[in-house]
């Protein structure tokens, strides 16, 4: 079909021409005026039917090659659709995270997840920030929701955070309610382990832990975790306290990494 219209299309003027010049030898050679007439009338019906299919076809086909551009144009602007509202909840994220940056005397930089640590033996993530050696190692990294970890490796605009879900981290923190300190863990799971917190201490069910302060890496004040069950065991001299993360390492895209020294803009 596309070679025969190929063809039509082609040498579509010879052909009439051609046939033209047949029909008017038909009649140049006839004398009967009734043959004439009805060579003529065939001929009208002939070069009508010829004109329109022609036409038809030619139609058809500007049809199918508007279909298909207006395709890829529609194609087109709801891609652009989605990159816009990607950009958008983006925005409002990072919106977010600067007014939770806003009053601070600390330093603040903005960072993005690229990928998952490249190192094997570290729970974490790639991330990747505008501000070219403005982050140190062992710096902590958090979001609106609270603490994700702390830097463990920089090279100019990338480096690698340790989450406190790594079997190697360890955060010191305070209950808030009782003001006892405690060290943050992995349990192994989803979740983390309060430790060194003696039998005699009272830790209940949703009490709130917020980073102590006693370390260079972490900043006071930063809230870690919530506590989500408590058993004391009457022959161990700690309890068995299980904490759930504040932050859905789940859903995280963007981070803050906080630098010690002066406030700056962002």
């Known amino acids: 079909m596309l070679i025969l219209r190929q063809f039509i299309s082609r040498f579509r003027d010879s052909l009439l021409l051609v046939f033209y010049i047949l029909l008017s030898s038909a009649m140049m050679l006839s004398s009967d005026s009734v043959i004439v007439e009805g060579l003529r009338s065939s001929s009208l019906l002939s070069i009508g039917f010829i004109q329109g299919t022609l036409s038809e076809i030619d139609s058809y ?3 199918r090659k508007t279909n298909r551009e207006l395709f890829l144009e529609n194609t087109k602007l ?3 659709n989605f990159q816009m509202q990607d950009a958008l909840l983006e925005n409002l994220r990072l919106h977010k995270l600067l007014q939770f940056t806003d009053h601070s005397e600390y330093h603040f930089v903005p960072a993005k997840i690229i990928g998952f640590s490249p190192l094997d033996f570290i729970t974490g993530y790639l991330l990747k920030f505008n501000q070219a050696d403005s982050v140190k190692k062992n710096t902590a990294v958090i979001t609106p929701d609270g603490l994700v970890g702390k830097i463990i ?3 100019s605009r990338y480096a690698i955070c340790q989450n406190i879900l790594d079997a190697n981290s360890r955060v010191s923190v305070r209950v808030q309610r009782s003001r006892e300190l405690g060290i943050l863990t992995w349990d192994g799971s989803k979740g983390l382990l309060l430790e060194n917190i003696s039998n005699t201490i009272d830790i209940q069910k949703g009490d709130v832990l917020f980073t102590s302060g006693m370390s260079r890496t972490y900043p006071p004040n930063i ?3 919530i506590v ?3 058993h004391k065991n009457e022959d161990a001299l700690f309890q068995t306290i299980y904490v759930k993360p504040v932050v859905n390492f789940n859903k995280l895209e963007e981070l803050v990494i906080i630098q010690p020294g ?3 803009e962002i």
Request: aromatic residues 12%; hydrophobic residues 50%; glycine residues 6%.
């Open 262 to 264: 002066k406030k700056n």
């Open 78 to 80: 709801a891609y652009q």
């Open 223 to 225: 809230k870690a975790g």
């Open 61 to 63: 086909f500007a049809l």
């Open 153 to 155: 490796k920089v090279s």
């Open 228 to 230: 989500i069950a408590v």
